[in-house]
């Protein structure tokens, strides 16, 4: 190329433009580098502490799983392509490289939007605390407490008091002796103070308190997600 001055401009060496090329390369790899920190990150500006990451991930949350799983892979990615010499051939493959690791980039960014909400609004279980059972047969006084986080709108939390005998069978009578339909909050949490007086059986040996989640099973001991909880506490 001629310039004004009747001199010529040197063309840029190929090394030199393949090796520009390679140096933008770097660049996005770098940016992929920190892919978990990332994740991690949005993780917790949607609010999922520690304590609910450990939640998830014995619940087997799947999604916690996946999208480490591709930030990870997304790092090796940028490492891969950081060492890819800076040839032509060089910058194609690392053009692939990157390709695919800001796909697993952007999967794991999605999926721990999907994970963090999932894991953030917990399983509806709920649990049964604070219980006493105080005086004496012919007046006794129960109280209790329950409490679910993360219940779905719609979803509701059953609350029930019965008679039982010895081996854990409920007494046949007419109703139980209390029951209840709790529903959550604007927060899907519900906290419930119960207390209540009780008049039981002559052949009841105690009392049971059970909680059942919408669509969950009755049973205390099944081994589901949504199972009920149940306790029980003898009479005096």
């Known amino acids: 190329m001629k310039q004004i001055g009747g001199g010529h401009e040197t063309a840029p060496a190929f090394d030199a433009i393949q090796a520009d090329v390679g140096k933008r390369l ?10 978990l920190v990332t994740v991690a990150g949005v993780i917790t500006a949607l609010g999922l502490t520690s304590d609910l990451v450990f939640v998830a991930l014995n619940n087997d949350s799947w999604p916690i ?28 493959w690392e053009t692939v490289v990157l390709v695919v690791g800001v796909i697993l980039y952007m999967v794991a960014l999605s999926v721990a939007v999907v994970g963090a909400a999932k894991a953030a ?55 139980d002796l209390y029951a209840s339909s709790l529903r959550p909050d604007d927060r899907g949490r519900i906290m419930q103070n119960v207390s209540m ?29 949504r199972g009920a909880t149940c306790t029980t506490i003898q009479l005096p």
């Open 197 to 225: 007086p009780v008049t039981a059986a002559r052949d009841a040996w105690g009392l049971e308190i059970v909680a059942i989640t919408a669509g969950g099973s009755d049973e205390c001991e099944a081994k589901v997600v």
């Open 65 to 92: 799983y996946v999208a480490s799983l591709c930030a990870i892979l997304a790092i090796v990615c940028s490492i891969v392509a950081l060492l890819i010499h800076p040839t032509k051939r060089g910058n194609l």
């Open 26 to 35: 770097d660049d996005v790899a770098k940016i992929l580098a920190g892919a």
């Open 121 to 175: 609004g917990g399983n509806g279980r709920p649990t049964i605390s604070n219980v006493e059972l105080e005086g004496p047969r012919s007046r006794l006084k129960l109280s209790f407490s329950v409490r679910a986080d993360g219940v779905e709108t719609w979803a509701t939390v059953g609350v029930y008091v019965v008679a039982v005998d010895e081996e854990g069978n409920s007494l046949d009578g007419p109703s």
